[in-house]
């Protein structure tokens, strides 16, 4: 089959490799028909090299129609249309039964002290092959590969893999109370869908972002929408009586603009050997915090910040004291996808389409674009804000 395959820092391959097999009864083969590049595959364009092996396969917001079942499989059948949720759970352990699929006992990597296992994520995650390709081998297929319509676009239901329950949780997760404010620190993908997330549940929704187009994604659905500016902590409190919005999102993450400091310290682990760069990564890595700095200033006092951006380091320098003095509450965690995707369904089969998952791909194209559109979405070139690819 073809897949996209890591080879180094920016440098990422198509390339013809062997199909996946059924290796325990509980799996599935799915043949890929859409499949679309996360604003976190971009950490592993950047950064985490050092976990990651040339020739690993990247991806993991697929979906497609199974083409292969174990002998242990029963919610699904060759033929059935399915979307693969990113995160590889079991469904029965502890957590998985407290909604805490990411953190599933079954498939946690404990030798790297990680959660659960992920498709095409670095050996912090599992060094699962992932789903931008041909093909993919679904591990615990009944659970992890969810049955949706055969009728309708891709769009529809792609974005069920990952960023759709992630903005989700994100706002839940920023205990926003009713009719109140919510901030939006980024408006890539998942900052898209958490503004529209919550102007659905009936909060006004003030969006921050330095691109434009972005910008004017997120307006379309009801955000008030700034560039981030120096002032904008001023600028947001300015717009909510003085105090900040009740709930921030963070949907930046780790490699936010703002953080020469930081920004050199993860160039410079960039360059060593990854027998060096593993452990400087693991002990004492350091993320770009501006955005999370950001919202935890501006958030209200006894407000809540909720991180959807993925973070990755061990020795990050957090405000500790405002934060304990503004009473400020933060939580945050890898997307548990299964808790959320029967609030999700009926909202994405809804004909009105209220929170527009066919209106966020901005570039589709074929697989064998990929390196190039990595490059154009690193760099926020062309009005990028979402890439599908179509195997």
């Known amino acids: 089959m073809r897949a996209l395959t890591w080879q180094g820092k920016r440098n990422v391959h198509v390339e013809t490799v062997p199909d996946p097999k059924i290796v325990d009864p509980t799996d599935a083969i799915v043949r890929i028909t859409s499949t679309a590049i996360c604003g976190s595959d971009l950490h592993l364009y950047e950064l985490f090299g050092p976990f990651l092996d040339r020739g690993d396969i990247l991806g993991h917001e697929p979906m497609g129609i199974v083409e292969e079942v174990g002998s242990d499989v029963r919610n699904i059948a060759v033929g059935d249309r399915v979307v693969v949720t990113f995160n590889i759970a079991c469904g029965h352990c502890y957590m998985c039964r407290r909604g805490l699929q990411s953190q599933c006992e079954t498939t946690q990597v404990r030798d790297q002290g990680s959660g659960a296992s992920l498709f095409g994520y670095t050996k912090l995650y599992g060094q699962v092959p992932g789903g931008q390709a041909e093909l993919l081998r679904v591990p615990l297929a009944d659970y992890n590969a969810v049955k949706v319509s055969p009728e309708g676009p891709d769009d529809r239901y792609l974005f069920l893999s990952d960023i759709l329950p992630t903005a989700w949780q994100g706002v839940k997760y920023a205990n926003v109370p009713d009719g109140g404010t919510l901030g939006v620190l980024g408006l890539g993908p998942v900052g898209q869908f958490v503004a529209r997330v919550g102007t659905h549940l009936g909060y006004r929704v003030l969006a921050v972002d330095p691109v434009p187009e972005r910008r004017e994604l997120a307006a379309r659905y009801g955000a008030e929408v700034w560039d981030l500016d120096d002032d904008i902590v001023d600028v947001l409190r300015d717009q909510t009586e003085g ?122 194209v074929s697989l064998e674009e990929a390196p190039a559109m990595y490059d154009v979405f690193q760099k926020k070139e062309d009005g990028c804000i979402k890439v599908v690819l179509t195997p």
């Open 243 to 364: 105090r900040g919005p009740d709930s921030v999102v963070d949907a930046v993450g780790m490699e936010a603009h703002g953080s020469p400091g930081a920004g050199f310290a993860q160039a410079v682990v960039g360059i060593l050997p990854d027998a060096l760069a593993r452990p400087a990564m693991d002990k004492a890595g350091i993320d770009r915090l501006a955005a999370l700095h950001t919202a935890l200033d501006v958030v209200r006092r006894g407000g809540t910040v909720s991180l959807s951006g993925v973070y990755g380091g061990e020795a990050d320098v957090m405000p500790m004291k405002s934060m304990f003095d503004k009473q400020v509450s933060l939580r945050m965690g890898q997307c548990n996808v299964r808790s959320w995707i029967d609030d999700l369904l009926p909202l994405v089969e809804d004909s009105r389409d209220p929170l527009g998952v066919l209106d966020l791909t901005t570039h589709r």
